[in-house]
């Protein structure tokens, strides 16, 4: 392949496939590139470097994979993830990339295979953690091996006023003074322009091309309820709406996220829960069942999400208001990657903002820093108090324009705002005149019972009846005095002080108080219930109905996907997707080359699954490996078969399997030039095992979770691994 070909793609497309193109069919069987990716993929099979802002589940993955390929070279990806490099690299290994990372999760012996492989040109990809990258033998390693890139994952975690800032990202400029003639391409999935300065600034990618997509995800419906028994609601919402469903619970503290987990489990709700102060095995253990069992709820703190790229998480919830709109877009962004219906739910109440403002004034830091998070969560409250819709006001903040979507709270269920500028000055003036006629400062609670008129112990001790304001709230219940204090500390006409959060005025109180200034209040609209919230809308039809005989072929396609996805030691979705799975039982290919032609089937799955498939379809060896699988789990991939009816009869293959995909060119010689695609195919034959991750070294690393038999013994039996490179945010201050 010449460099011509190379740089000039995009002038190609549309008249013959070009290199990029034949690889996306060829290795990852899909038809056509999503959004920006061939723009992408052009751009830095070019040499020229990318700063790419794709949402969550977007496809940033094939934007480096894809070049790394046609390139010249190993693409080195930078990632903080050493917990999920075991996953990325089966995933690749199983449509025949050679792939492999280097982490401290190996045996030095298994880190020599893969250095001997890298210098031997034998990998295609390279995964390592920002860490070991600026070891200077790491480097010096480099040095002697072919770069075909550089690409730099959530390179959001260059950002230090960012959810995710990891302090050895700041090193990676060094890429570009040591390696000047190599392309970078840096990815997030964070989505202001702002922290895209950053990282343009930080990673010193003046030079590059910036892609940033549309952050619309409308399979995702967004719903934020005031909190009052925030777990109760919790347990409603799941099992009115996601009973069996794989999801994620986010809660603030450590101690929350045990409790919840327990309380779920109590409640029949399988959950587990992951933090930082868990020991590394649990963790591992944790995200490893969540990653490989079906509706697996997991809780946890931020600590968790990163880089899971499980594609069937179909809720995320908050029980706790997230510190910034990019972290809770992050966050909610792992559900429906698969693009199917999925929910972001979310509880949220006065305590949360009087909880955030606290912490604030407590953290660290100087006065911008803290202006920094004050802004953060600013933008955060307003997301949750609009009366517009959710979607509007997201894609607003990431500069982005939307219409009303139809797919969120306010859209389907309307609040209304209503003038609350009277009941804001009762409020302020109770803060006042205890202030000016006593000197005296309280938290929410008590002002709250001094405007009812509520007699409690402290207002019988401090007298407080005898205030000219006590009582004079008598119109609203003490939920709805809460709602308001709620929303003027959101629109900072009250602060919060202090360690027992004492509610004191802003200036923009007395602008209320004695300047004639409005305020307008969000009236919360009766509850949103799961009638009234029809599921999301799918982007794609991963989740449309089968006809009763394909729904049974889908759940044995299922079954045998479970088996053989447990007999390799990889989650599911790495042998297919649901939508793949879905596809095939509705279309019912009966060769292989007609398998070949559904999307995410490559040449290395045709090889690899094509026959397995076949057989599933034809009922000779689907009965056995449904009943195989369900002796083994108690279930199909880990929960009963959605329906039993027969399967209808197929048509006889009309050819035999595994040698006709031999011979018929669709597993055969690939038609590229590219000697290394060749190479790949070779390396990565299925029978031979993955070259970097299962060669000669005891290879994986993986848990046993508990509710699967541990697949394969390992090393890691008796004693956690070393975990010496991953250092999961602190959320300690939570
Ligand atoms: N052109 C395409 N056609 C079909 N499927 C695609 C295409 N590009 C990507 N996908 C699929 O979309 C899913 C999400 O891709 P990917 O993992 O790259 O997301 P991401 O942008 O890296 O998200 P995250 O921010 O969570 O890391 C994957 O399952 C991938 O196989
Ligand atoms: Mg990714
Ligand atoms: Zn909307």
């Known amino acids: 392949m010449t460099s011509e070909t190379l740089e000039t793609p995009s002038a190609q497309s549309g008249v013959e496939p070009d290199a990029a193109q034949q690889v996306l069919r060829r290795v990852f069987g899909y038809e056509s590139f999503r959004g920006q990716q061939h723009d992408i993929v052009s751009q830095v099979i070019g040499g020229g470097d990318a700063l790419v802002l794709m ?21 080195i990806v930078v990632s903080p993830l050493i917990a999920l490099m075991q996953d990325q690299v089966d995933a690749l290994n199983a449509v025949g990339v050679r792939a492999a990372f280097l982490n401290s999760t190996q045996f030095p012996d298994e880190r020599r295979t893969v250095e001997a492989q890298l210098l031997a040109g034998e990998l295609d990809l390279l995964y390592l953690a920002p860490e070991r990258l600026r070891l200077e033998s790491t480097m010096q390693l480099l040095d002697r091996a072919k770069i075909a890139l550089f690409a730099i994952d959530e390179a959001h975690c ?10 050895e990202y700041l090193g990676l400029s060094v890429l570009h003074e040591r390696w000047p003639t190599v392309p970078r391409i840096a990815l997030t999935a964070t989505a202001t322009e702002k922290t895209a300065a950053e990282i343009a600034e930080r990673l010193d990618l003046g030079a590059a091309r910036h892609f940033v997509s549309s952050f619309d995800r409308p399979n995702i419906q967004y719903r934020i309820e005031p909190k009052n028994r925030g777990e109760q609601q919790l347990l409603g919402f799941i099992s009115t709406e996601h009973a069996g469903d794989a999801g994620i619970v986010y809660c603030l503290s450590r101690n929350s996220v045990e409790k919840t987990a327990e309380f779920l489990s109590r409640n029949g709700v399988e959950a587990v829960p992951y933090h930082a102060g868990l020991d590394a095995r649990t963790r591992a253990t944790n995200q490893s069942r969540f990653l490989r069992e079906d509706g697996l709820v997991v809780v946890a703190t931020i600590a968790f999400g990163m880089g899971i790229d499980k594609p069937d998480v179909r809720f995320v919830a908050h ?43 407590s953290s660290e830091g100087d006065a911008a820093h803290r202006r920094q998070l004050q802004l953060h969560l600013d933008a955060m409250l307003a997301l949750c108090e609009t009366v517009q819709c959710r979607r509007t006001q997201l894609l607003a903040y990431f500069g982005q324009q939307g219409q009303p979507c139809g797919n969120c709270d306010t859209c389907l269920n309307p609040p ?120 999301a809308k799918a982007s794609r039809p991963v989740a449309a109905d089968l006809a009763p005989a394909d729904a049974g072929l889908f759940e044995r396609l299922r079954a045998w996907r479970a088996t053989t996805a447990k007999e390799q030691g990889v989650p599911a979705y790495v042998v297919f997707h649901d939508a793949t799975l879905r596809e095939i039982a509705s279309r019912k290919p009966s060769t292989l080359s007609e398998l ?77 030039s590219n000697p290394r695609a060749a190479a790949s195919r070779d390396a990565g034959s299925p029978s031979r095992g993955a070259p970097a991750s299962r ?29 010496w490179d991953f250092e999961p945010p602190p959320d300690n201050m939570y």
Not at 333 to 339: H, L
């Open 55 to 75: 949402p969550t589940g977007g496809g940033k993955s094939l934007c480096y994979q894809i070049p790394a390929l046609v390139r010249p070279g190993v693409g």
């Open 158 to 167: 260059v950002s230090q006023w960012g959810h995710d800032f990891r302090p």
């Open 319 to 361: 029980l706790d208001l997230p510190k910034s709109v990019e972290g809770y877009y992050q966050e909610t962004g792992r559900a429906g990657r698969d693009g199917a219906a999925s929910t972001a739910w979310m509880v949220y109440g006065l305590n949360d903002v009087v909880q955030q403002r606290k912490m604030i004034d």
């Open 416 to 535: 209304e705002s209503w003038d609350g500028t009277v009941a804001a000055q009762k409020a302020l003036s109770t803060v006042l005149r205890l202030k000016r006629e006593r000197g005296q400062s309280f938290g929410a609670g008590h002002i709250v019972d001094i405007l009812i008129g509520k007699s409690n112990p402290k207002v019988v001790q401090h007298k407080h009846t005898e205030l000219k304001v006590f009582g004079v709230g008598a119109e609203l219940r003490d939920v709805e005095w809460r709602g308001v204090i709620r929303q003027l500390l959101a629109q900072g006409l009250l602060a919060v002080h202090g360690d027992y959060g004492v509610l004191t005025l802003t200036e923009a109180s007395e602008e209320v108080l004695f300047k004639g200034r409005t305020v307008a209040l969000r009236r919360e609209p009766e509850r949103t219930t799961a009638a009234k919230a029809p599921r």
């Open 596 to 672: 070949g032609g559904i999307s995410g089937i490559g040449e290395n799955k045709l090889t690899k699954y094509g026959a397995g498939v076949l057989d599933t379809l034809a009922g000779e060896q689907g009965e056995s490996a449904a009943e195989g699988s369900r002796a083994r789990t108690g279930s199909s991939d880990g929960d009963s078969p959605r329906a039993a009816d027969p399967v209808s009869p197929l048509p006889v293959r009309d050819e035999p399997r595994a040698d006709a995909a031999r011979q018929s060119g669709v597993t055969g010689q690939r038609p590229t």
């Open 695 to 723: 060669g000669a070294a005891p290879a994986r690393r993986q848990s046993s979770p508990a509710r699967t038999p541990a697949a394969e013994p390992h090393p890691w039996n008796d004693e956690p691994p070393p975990d």
